[in-house]
């Protein structure tokens, strides 16, 4: 099962990046979709760009470096533009080129790995900006169709067992080493993907958060291609 961007009350739709990074969160709405088909080729930018390791920065000089079609000028454009936005808004976007994330296989019965559904935390009031232009995009799911895993009583026993240490310290040791802000999707869960060329900005978890935070995962890469994503 899956939702749309419109039969979601999760998610707010905007127009322009003005009001994209303007229109506070409210309710049960924790994702805004600057909501965009784009035109362009960003394959073409994908395929001269250079990976070096499992996830390369893509810088500006990088973009324009590059020798490319009518299509994708328009791409790098786009990509060009949407940086420059983020950045005078004041944030540090990143343009990436990926393989794939590393994998988190360290116990066999949680995973904090960014494939693990989960919510992004800040000590300052921040969002998460994203906009996949090439490739498998990410998921998002209401909070109210998945569970906290560390509220899990199976996953929470083997936790305690972990921590193997005082009762006292033990909400900490879940917070230090990130268990807490991964969930589980319930059976019937309805996540929507994010798709591709549309720019969104999730709600983080931090002091003066007005709803809940943005619950989301990155996706399995789809077999021999390559993601370029904007994050911030």
């Known amino acids: 099962?899956?939702?749309?961007?419109?039969?979601?009350?999760?998610?707010?739709?905007?127009?322009?990046?003005?009001?994209?990074?303007?229109?506070?969160?409210?309710?049960?709405?924790?994702?805004?979709?600057?909501?965009?088909?784009?035109?362009?080729?960003?394959?073409?930018?994908?395929?001269?760009?250079?990976?070096?390791?499992?996830?390369?920065?893509?810088?500006?000089?990088?973009?324009?470096?590059?020798?490319?079609?009518?299509?994708?000028?328009?791409?790098?454009?786009?990509?060009?533009?949407?940086?420059?936005?983020?950045?005078?808004?004041?944030?540090?976007?990143?343009?990436?080129?990926?393989?794939?994330?590393?994998?988190?296989?360290?116990?066999?019965?949680?995973?904090?790995?960014?494939?693990?559904?989960?919510?992004?935390?800040?000590?300052?009031?921040?969002d998460t900006f994203l906009c996949t232009y090439y490739g498998a995009a990410s998921d998002i799911i209401p909070n109210a169709q998945a569970e906290q895993k560390i509220l899990i009583p199976e996953i929470r026993k083997k936790l305690k067992d972990l921590h193997n240490g005082p009762t006292e310290e033990f909400e900490n040791f879940l917070k230090e080493n990130y268990f807490d802000l991964h969930y589980q999707a319930q059976p019937l869960a309805a996540p929507v993907n994010l798709g591709l060329g549309h720019l969104w900005r999730l709600a983080v978890d931090h002091p003066e958060q007005q709803v809940l935070p943005c619950i989301h995962r990155a996706p399995i890469e789809k077999e021999g291609e390559y993601r370029l994503l904007l994050i911030c």
Not at 71 to 78: C, P, S, T, V
Request: proline share 2%; charged share 25%; net charge negative.
């Open 1 to 126: 099962m899956s939702n749309t961007f419109s039969d979601s009350s999760q998610i707010g739709i905007v127009s322009t990046f003005s009001e994209l990074t303007h229109t506070d969160f409210k309710g049960e709405t924790n994702a805004l979709c600057w909501h965009r088909n784009l035109e362009g080729d960003f394959k073409e930018l994908v395929g001269q760009l250079q990976l070096k390791e499992n996830i390369t920065e893509v810088c500006p000089k990088d973009l324009l470096a590059l020798q490319l079609s009518e299509k994708g000028n328009r791409a790098r454009e786009i990509i060009l533009n949407d940086l420059q936005l983020l950045t005078d808004f004041g944030a540090a976007p990143a343009l990436n080129l990926l393989k794939c994330y590393e994998r988190d296989n360290e116990f066999d019965f949680i995973s904090t790995d960014v494939y693990s559904y989960h919510v992004d935390r800040s000590p300052i009031a921040t």
